[in-house]
């Protein structure tokens, strides 16, 4: 499998679970490179690159330069997953807003609540229960995904959501070129210590890096 870049800077908020997420995601893909470095967003350093992850992503954290090279890669073929507040991430970038999906809004405080699963025949969701008990910061969007819906949350479960009965939690889509998914999970320490989630995320990254074999069974995750 291709090596996978974790892109995890911040120039807003960040999150206290970034640490825990790079171990999570060198456990579950064989070469993993972990930074915060955007000089490392170049059309050479990504020539072998099968997936750039934003993980907990915050504010504006390319150069112009970097921006550009991120987008040929995408246009060339490249994946991308994006991980909770990658939604929160270069907000005055047109292009990030196309491939992560759509953009943070607000959310209520940490809280538990009931997963949906709208796709069940996703590598990233196959393995849920059709309704997940799961604890998270529970984002709201700025606009509806154009992409294949694959979780949602259940309103009625917790306080304070204002997207309504369909409130979309993660997606893909591949309408710029290469393969792109964003969850909206992924705030606490906690979850990436969590067997299903890890498997989210390790299906989420065969889906976008292509796995040539689908049913493939998944990275190993301890």
């Not at 995890?8 to 171990?23: C, E, F, L, N, Q």
């Not at 579950?28 to 990504?46: H, K, S």
């Not at 994006?82 to 491939?99: I, K, M, Q, R």
């Amino acid at each position: 499998m291709r090596r996978v870049l974790v892109f995890s800077r911040t120039t807003g908020y960040r999150h206290d679970s970034i640490p825990a997420g790079v171990r999570a995601l060198r456990e579950l893909w064989p070469d993993v490179t972990a930074t915060e470095d955007p000089d490392v967003f170049t059309a050479a350093e990504l020539a072998d690159v099968g997936a750039v992850v934003f993980l907990n992503t915050n504010g504006t954290v390319l150069t112009d330069a970097g921006r550009a090279a991120l987008e040929a890669y995408v246009r060339g073929g490249g994946g991308f997953l994006g991980v909770h507040s990658a939604a929160a991430t270069e907000y005055d970038w047109p292009f990030c807003g196309e491939l992560v999906g759509a953009a943070f809004d607000r959310h209520p405080p940490v809280q538990p609540a009931t997963v949906t699963v709208t796709d069940p025949d996703h590598r990233a969701t196959a393995h849920l229960p059709a309704r997940w008990e799961w604890v998270d910061e529970w984002y709201d969007f700025r606009s509806y995904p154009r992409a294949r819906i694959l979780l949602r949350v259940d309103e009625s479960t917790y306080d304070g959501g204002r997207t309504g009965v369909d409130h979309p939690l993660a997606w893909c889509h591949d309408r710029l070129g290469g393969r792109a998914f964003y969850t909206a999970l992924g705030h606490t320490v906690e979850a990436y210590a969590d067997r299903s989630f890890r498997d989210h995320l390790a299906g989420a990254l065969r889906w976008v890096t292509a796995a040539p074999h689908p049913d493939d069974p998944l990275p190993t995750s301890s």
